[in-house]
C-alpha cells in the first residue's frame, strides 16, 4: 500500500471535501512524518510501530477522523467539545479542518495506547 491509494481516494471525492481532507493528511505527516500511508478498511491510513494510529474517511454530509480505537476520543472528551461523532470517529464540518493542536492529542493518545500493550 502507499500514498498513490491515498491519491486515488481523494480525487474520488468532491472538491470541498477533498481540500480539508488533503490538510488533514498533511497535518498528521507533519506530525508523524514516519508513518506509512495506506488504506486500511477502505480508508486512507496511517501506520506506525507496525499499527494504524489514524485515519480519515469522506460522508455525504462530513468527514471523519479515524483513530482506529474506540477508547481514544473518550480520553479526550474535554478537546472535543463541539464535534459529534462516534465512539471510534470524530465528525468534523467539510469547510472546518480539524486544529493541528488536536490532531497532536489523538494521534499521541493512540500512540501511547500502541506502545502501552506492546
Do not use: N, W
Not at 13 to 21: F, G, P, V, Y
Not at 28 to 53: D, H, M, N, T
Not at 69 to 82: C, E, N, T, Y
Amino acid at each position: 500500500m502507499s500514498h498513490h491509494e491515498i491519491d486515488a481516494y481523494l480525487a474520488s471525492i468532491d472538491e470541498a471535501k477533498r481540500t480539508t481532507l488533503e490538510q488533514l493528511r498533511t497535518t498528521i505527516l507533519s506530525i508523524v512524518p514516519e508513518a506509512e500511508q495506506c488504506i486500511s478498511y477502505q480508508v486512507p491510513a496511517f501506520r506506525l510501530e507496525g499499527k494504524v494510529i489514524a485515519g480519515f474517511a469522506a460522508f455525504k454530509t462530513h468527514l471523519s477522523y479515524l483513530p482506529f480505537s474506540g477508547s481514544v476520543l473518550s480520553q479526550l472528551r474535554g478537546d472535543l467539545a463541539g464535534y459529534s461523532g462516534t465512539k471510534s470517529a470524530l465528525h468534523f464540518p467539510v469547510d472546518k479542518p480539524l486544529p493541528k493542536a488536536l490532531v497532536k492529542k489523538l494521534i499521541h493518545v493512540r500512540l501511547r495506547e500502541v506502545r502501552e500493550r506492546g
